[in-house]
């Protein structure tokens, strides 16, 4: 909401000035759909000739993201720490082979399906049960487990980024993309010099309209969406941080309920909940 938002704030400011003005927006409209066919045509051949089939269909995700609200709340990390409590918990009472079946079939298990929300992420889920089933086994020590989380998180965090640096390289090609359509429209009006002055001034004016929609798209479209999906890159990367530092706290000796708060601790402030309010969801759980 927020992203179409912006969009219009920002057209609305550039139009609404360039039309109090006394600009005549026939030219605009004129020229816009072969402008836009030039410049969008070469940025997305110049994009799929740049990336990987895997990025384009990152990015092509990413952008869905985008329009979408951010599903890192305060409420979901409440649910991720009250289920890494009852999973540590039951651990440390019971002995470590107790979550045995639970690590193997998450699905299936009561502790994971008691909490939907991250029970039933995948991503999330997958990180969680790999790594206790290590400290089911015995064979690694903290040191090599949190050296392996953070080979895992860096290496989940360069797929991620992969296309934000291709939307930024879209955004960056956009304004050269605007003057090659210039270029093409100026080439146009030299071979029409014979025309009359009112005829060329609009044949100039058109093909500046090239550089104009080049430099708009890049910085008033696909560069915001780009900084907006690094920041949600950097919300996914902070909740498997968060199960990092829990399990590690576990691994080196601390109480279910210091461990949680060891993880709570490496939460954003807008999303982290306090002392309290995790408390309490874990008593009502």
């Known amino acids: 909401m927020f992203v179409i938002i912006g969009w219009l704030l920002a057209l609305a400011c ?16 004129k020229a816009l759909p072969f402008e836009m066919t030039t410049i969008f045509g070469a940025a997305i051949g110049a994009f799929l000739a740049n990336n990987q089939m895997k990025v384009v269909k990152a990015t092509i995700a990413g952008l869905g993201l985008c329009f979408k609200g951010s599903k890192y709340s305060k409420a979901r990390y409440m649910e991720l720490l009250a289920l890494m409590y009852d999973i540590l918990q039951k651990a440390r009472k019971e002995g470590l082979m107790s979550i045995e079946k639970d690590v193997e079939d998450p699905h299936s298990s009561p502790l994971f399906q008691k909490y939907p929300v991250v029970g039933n992420d995948h991503h999330v889920t997958e990180f969680i049960t790999d790594y206790l089933r290590m400290m089911v086994s015995g064979n690694l020590n903290a040191h090599e487990i949190e050296s392996l989380m953070d080979s895992e998180i860096e ?9 934000v640096a291709a939307l930024g390289r879209l955004a960056g090609g956009l304004p050269a993309f605007g003057i090659v359509a210039a270029v093409l429209g100026v080439v146009n009006t030299m071979g029409s010099v014979g025309q009359p002055p009112a005829v060329l001034g609009g044949m ?19 560069e915001p969406l780009g900084g907006l999906l690094e920041q949600k890159v950097e919300d996914a990367g902070k909740e498997f941080q968060c199960i990092k530092t829990t399990l590690l706290a576990s691994m080196q000796g601390y109480a279910p309920q210091v461990a949680i708060e060891f993880g709570r601790k490496v939460l954003f402030s807008g999303d982290r909940p306090s002392f309290s309010e995790l408390e309490g969801h874990v008593k009502k759980k």
């Open 14 to 29: 550039i139009f609404g000035v360039y039309i109090v003005h006394g600009g005549n927006m026939g030219v605009i409209l």
């Open 155 to 163: 290496t989940h965090h360069q797929e991620e980024h992969a296309a």
């Open 204 to 222: 100039i004016g058109s093909a500046l309209v090239g550089t104009f929609l080049g430099i708009l798209l890049a910085y008033g479209f696909v």
